[in-house]
């Protein structure tokens, strides 16, 4: 006779009671209190405040703490990349549109479950994460940049592919972060910037976008060859402007 042992969740989500009101709150409230930590210049407490609000991964035993924290790396990503932009706000108007995003994300975005939205949830953390990475790191040794690329494209592929039950979902997640690393090691050498946007935010951000776009398509059945000539040739063109059109002399590192 087999003997059946019931298994145990990766994440705790009590659906009632006071644990489950307390972040309810605390959710609600982060983006206010990040927004004030910001303007009174305690910007470092912001950061201690986002891994706080994320007590719960740590509710469980110690050995689903490496699953969890993967499955909230992408939202620990969102909340600091957020705050950076922040904190490099020249206007209080700014911070509170910040402020603002973060609290759509929280509440609406991130509680969304479906698989198109889990796969937006993944491109808005690389995009967002990427951004901030390079606006608040832009000029530290190339490998930091490309150890913590290597950390976001990573944490991004793996909340994008985790959705659709993929059998090779890590060896997927390494090669997209390895493949983000290779690129921000070789234009790390030339960084250019487009207002606030990195060169290598802009390009993996494209790339990203074209190829999640067609895997997506591919796997509700919706991809047809004019569909994969189109992404193809947008995506093309774009990295094509994006490369043709910088200045690139003069830039290096």
């Known amino acids: 006779m087999k003997l059946l042992i019931p298994k145990v969740p990766a994440r705790m989500k009590p659906l009632s009671g006071f644990a489950?009101?307390?972040?309810?709150?605390?959710?609600?409230?982060?983006?206010?209190?990040?927004y004030i930590l910001v303007?009174?210049?305690?910007?470092?407490?912001?950061?201690a405040l986002i891994v706080l609000s994320k007590w719960?991964?740590?509710?469980?035993?110690p050995r689903h703490w490496p699953a969890n924290i993967r499955a909230n790396a992408a939202d620990i990503m969102v909340g600091i990349s957020l705050l950076v932009f922040m904190i490099n706000s020249s206007t209080r108007v700014w911070q509170f549109v910040w402020a603002l995003a973060y609290g759509v994300w929280l509440l609406v975005i991130k509680r969304a479950s479906n698989v198109f939205?889990?796969?937006?949830q993944a491109l808005i953390a690389q995009s967002l994460a990427l951004m901030a990475l390079f606006?608040?790191?832009?000029?530290?040794?190339i490998v930091v940049l490309v150890g913590l690329?290597?950390?976001?494209?990573?944490?991004?592929?793996?909340?994008?592919?985790?959705?659709?039950?993929e059998a090779y979902t890590k060896l997927l997640s390494y090669t997209w972060g390895y493949f983000g690393?290779?690129?921000?090691?070789?234009?790390?050498?030339?960084?250019?910037?487009?207002?606030?946007?990195?060169?290598?935010?802009?390009?993996?951000?494209?790339?990203?976008?074209?190829?999640?776009?067609?895997?997506?398509?591919?796997k509700?059945?919706?991809?047809?060859?004019?569909?994969?000539r189109q992404f193809v040739f947008v995506v093309v063109a774009i990295v094509t402007i994006v490369i043709a059109f910088s200045d690139w002399g003069d830039k290096a590192i």
């Open 39 to 47: 303007r009174v210049d305690f910007s470092q407490l912001g950061f």
């Open 149 to 165: 690329t290597w950390v976001i494209c990573y944490v991004a592929a793996r909340h994008f592919f985790f959705s659709f039950e």
């Open 56 to 61: 719960r991964m740590f509710a469980v035993r």
């Open 20 to 34: 489950h009101f307390a972040h309810l709150t605390l959710l609600t409230l982060l983006p206010g209190l990040l």
């Open 220 to 228: 509700t059945d919706r991809l047809s060859n004019l569909l994969r």
């Open 117 to 120: 939205m889990v796969s937006v």
């Open 181 to 218: 690393a290779a690129l921000v090691w070789i234009l790390a050498h030339w960084l250019l910037f487009y207002g606030v946007v990195a060169q290598p935010t802009l390009l993996l951000s494209v790339l990203g976008f074209g190829l999640a776009a067609l895997y997506y398509l591919e």
């Open 135 to 141: 606006l608040g790191l832009g000029d530290a040794p």
